[in-house]
Structures are given as structure tokens and as C-alpha cells.
């Protein structure tokens, strides 16, 4: 169980869990596509998400980032070389991948990557000072959002559309709008453990505006909202079942660690396991299921 610990704790610390968590969200929208996942555009996907996530935390460095408060930032600042080192083969792996796919594909993707640099980089002015994205009242987590719907339902839709392959028009869109609900309901916990790291820092986030309550109280509506959605769309029966199950889940977390206690700091990090248990109980369920 130690070891356990420490595994998912690295994992956090290296980014190397929410790489993971946008590989699994890409392969599947391959099989709410119900089309082959394409492997090269999944490995996009995950070095770009890490190398810049890896990137945020080099330009968010403390001063003296090894007597930061955080454990995660002495551990990453204490260990720079696994995350130089994984940037290396990121970028390795990236660069190889590139090379597979269209080149539409690859110029959505500088897109993402711009529309991404965007959450912290001073270009917008607000109340008279530079901010990024994040620092726009209740922007950041719509934001978040946004980023992740272009990277794991849109550029596969791109790669797909530039092959040759057509995808029905109201399964893309109701699986970005799914996509995008889904997406804040895994992010507004961590907003909601961080509202007073975010008070200190003078970020105005949806559950500082909110109140913890009603933040807590919107994510478990969204969380039956998607429920509802998922019965309506035009997805195969299995995937149906997977995703709800997923939201069961989901839900046992919120109640049973996430929302329970504010002593466990990481365990808001389980909502991005969800990322990639998703992905793998609509596999599971497809398995199992007669007639797939």
C-alpha cells in the first residue's frame, strides 16, 4: 500500500498522471467514434500535455522553491532532473509523432498549444495590469475546459476529417458538450481545495465567487446533468453504460474522500485517475458486453 502511495504521488509530482489522464480522454473519443485509435495522435497528445504542464511549473518556479510550503514543488525542484529527463523523451516521442499525422492537424495543434500559453501569460488587461486567462474572474476553469475539448475530441476529429473519415456531425458535438461538462466537473475540486491558496494569490475562481458550498453543490449538479445527457446522446448502449458508471464513481469520491476532508491535499488528484478510469471501464464494459 506504501508503495502504492508513493507511485500515484509521483505520478502527480512528474505530471506524468495528467499526461496519462489525456491519452486516455483521446483514445476515447477514438471509440465513441467508433473508428481505430489512431496511436500517433494519442502520443500527441499526452508529451504535449506533459511538456506543458512541465513548462507552467518552470515558469511558475518560486525563488526558493526547495523551502516552498508545498510538497510537490520541494519534490519536483528537489528531483529538476526527472522532469529534464522526461522532457527529453517527451519531446523525442513528440517529435517522431509529428511526422505521422496531417499537416491540418498539426497546425490545430499549434493552436491548442497558443490557446493554451494563454491561461498564464500577461496578454489581457484587467483592472489596469497584464494578467493571463486564469487571472480573469471565473475564466479559468472554462478555460481549462475549452483546452482540453480542442485536445481530446477536436484534433482527433481533425486527423480523422483529413483522412478521408466522417464522423456524424450531432455525435462530434454533443460529445464536446459532454466533454466540456465532464471536464469541469474534475477541475472544480481542485479549485474549491485551493480557494484560499487562491484568496492569497488574488484569484477571483467560479467557487471564490461561488462560496465552497454552492461550488460543492454546482459540481454535483453537473455531475447528474451529465448523467442525463449521456441517456439522450446517440452513443452505443456500452459506451452509455460506461461513462454513467464513471459518474457513480465519481460521485463516491466526491462524497467519500474529495469534498469529506481538507487534510488529504492530493486527493482531489484522484478526479484526474477518473480521467483515465473512464477510458478504461468503457473498454471493460465494451468487453463484456454481447454482441461487441
Not at 450531432?170 to 484560499?196: E, N, S, Y
Not at 451529465?226 to 459506451?239: M, R, T
Request: charged letters at 10%; aromatic letters at 16%; a positive charge.
Amino acid at each position: 500500500m506504501s508503495f502504492l502511495r508513493k507511485l500515484f504521488y509521483i505520478t502527480i509530482y512528474t505530471n506524468l498522471l495528467i499526461a496519462m489522464a489525456a491519452m486516455a480522454q483521446c483514445a476515447l473519443t477514438y471509440i465513441i467514434f467508433e473508428r481505430s485509435i489512431n496511436w500517433y495522435i494519442v502520443l500527441v497528445e499526452g508529451t504535449a500535455t506533459l511538456l506543458l504542464y512541465n513548462f507552467s511549473l518552470w515558469w511558475s518556479k518560486p525563488k526558493y522553491p526547495k523551502e516552498s510550503k508545498f510538497p510537490r514543488t520541494r519534490w519536483i525542484f528537489n528531483h529538476e532532473w526527472v522532469m529534464w529527463l522526461n522532457n527529453g523523451i517527451a519531446l523525442l516521442v513528440l517529435g517522431y509523432c509529428l511526422w505521422h499525422i496531417h499537416l491540418y492537424s498539426f497546425l490545430f495543434l499549434g493552436f491548442i498549444g497558443i490557446l493554451s500559453l494563454l491561461y498564464g501569460m500577461p496578454l489581457f488587461t484587467f483592472r489596469d495590469r497584464k494578467v493571463g486567462l486564469r487571472q480573469i474572474p471565473g475564466a479559468k476553469i472554462f478555460h481549462i475546459a475549452l483546452v482540453w475539448v480542442c485536445s481530446s475530441v477536436v484534433l482527433p476529429y481533425v486527423e480523422l476529417a483529413n483522412i478521408g473519415v466522417t464522423i456524424d456531425q450531432w455525435v462530434f458535438i454533443a460529445l464536446c458538450g459532454l466533454k466540456f461538462i465532464f471536464l469541469v466537473i474534475c477541475t472544480l475540486p481542485f479549485d474549491i481545495r485551493d480557494i484560499q491558496q487562491d484568496s492569497y494569490y488574488h484569484l477571483r475562481t467560479l467557487p471564490n465567487m461561488l462560496g465552497e458550498q454552492k461550488a460543492k453543490n454546482l459540481t454535483y449538479g453537473l455531475l447528474g446533468l451529465h448523467c442525463i445527457l449521456v441517456l439522450c446522446v446517440p452513443y452505443a448502449v456500452p459506451i452509455k453504460i460506461g461513462l454513467i458508471l464513471t459518474n457513480v464513481l465519481i460521485f463516491a469520491l466526491l462524497k467519500l474522500a474529495v469534498f469529506k476532508t481538507k487534510d488529504h491535499y492530493h486527493y482531489a488528484y484522484l478526479l484526474d485517475c477518473s480521467l483515465v478510469l473512464q477510458f478504461l471501464i468503457v473498454v471493460v464494459v465494451g468487453i463484456f458486453s454481447p454482441g461487441t
